[in-house]
């Protein structure tokens, strides 16, 4: 009697997004484990996410599905005690400290570069395309560099910090094409050591450390989906990191995920599997960590860009599973599936942004003309 009840529950939660349970539609979900509804009930996203994982649903198009439940709202129609004891952790403990941020990126950044060589482009770029009059991963993520890089307006001979430099391709790419000095830095060691051999022969440095470490002046600052991993708690040091690192006429771009609210905590399938300790900034919590530190040059929001990344690095990572598959196994698959297709979702309901914000110490003179 009770499991009918939390059935008919959450049958009516999803006829609200016209998602009906065993339906014949790419959108509608198929349960095969009656205790999926109370878990659900009972666990949130963390439910729905691990209930996946363990094959108790499957649904042709995940990226559909949760775009709808999004739009809906039925998230905050399911709102588990586990959400708010996250939230007081959040709240009493700086999550993002230097020795956490090694671990929390050793968990997804260090699972193995051969899993991000078949999902991602030639130049390992792990962070939203640009993909205005682009038809390919290759070209929008190149598109996307060279974006970034005549947003800051380099010159031969600039001395560039990249902040969160991941496997190097960002500052191979401003090297070989701009003809400047780069020193990225991260805290992934299989990230760093990658990077070290993908840049050889450049004026490229790459050095293993947090952010917080940074020494040096440089000309021009870009860090590309770094933030995300700071931690509300550590925005405001990351833009004095920034600032003190930046010469007088400098500039700096950020790409960022960004959320429509501020929030102290992540979402807990997403920071349990795949980025622990992770957030999405706000706006809001932006500005207010860029106010006397920075003049706001450009905000540039390109988050429907994302939502078609995430589909192409999903179907690299199926179409080369059979590579991958002895390795990683067969749940490995349901959660890097669920993953990239709901964080798809996500930027398709446009739940989530992406955003590429242009600084300076002072503003530009005469005024930022930003490039598109």
Known sequence: MVSTKLHKKIEHLLSLADVRINGDRPWDIQVYHEKLYPRILAEGSLGLG???MDGWWDCDKVDAFICRILKANIDDKVNPRMEALSYIKARIFNLQKPDSCFLNCQH???????????????????????WKNATSLDEAQENKLDLICRKMFLKPGMRVLDIGCGWGGTAKYMAENYDVEVVGVTVSKK???????????LPVTIRLEDYRSIEGVFD????????????YKNYKTFMNVARQSIKEDGLFVLQTIGGNSSVKKTDPWISRYI?????????KQLTEAIEKLFVLEDWHNFGQDYDKTLMNWFQNFD??????????????????????????????????????IVLSPHGTPGGYFAPR
């Open 275 to 283: 980025f622990p300790n992770s957030l999405l900034p706000s706006a």
């Open 108 to 130: 997804h950044y260090d699972i193995g570069n051969d899993l991000y060589r078949f999902m991602l482009d030639k130049f390992r770029i792990y962070s939203c395309a640009y």
């Open 220 to 231: 021009r600052i870009v860090s590309v989906g770094m933030i995300e991993h700071v931690g």
């Open 50 to 52: 691990e209930a996946y």
């Open 319 to 356: 179409d080369n599973w059979h590579r991958l598959k002895d390795k990683y196994g067969e749940r490995f698959y349901r959660m890097w599936k669920f993953y990239l297709l709901s964080c798809a979702g996500t930027f398709r309901a446009r739940d989530n942004q992406l955003w590429q």
């Open 191 to 201: 990230q760093a050591s990658f990077a070290e051999k993908f840049c050889e022969g």
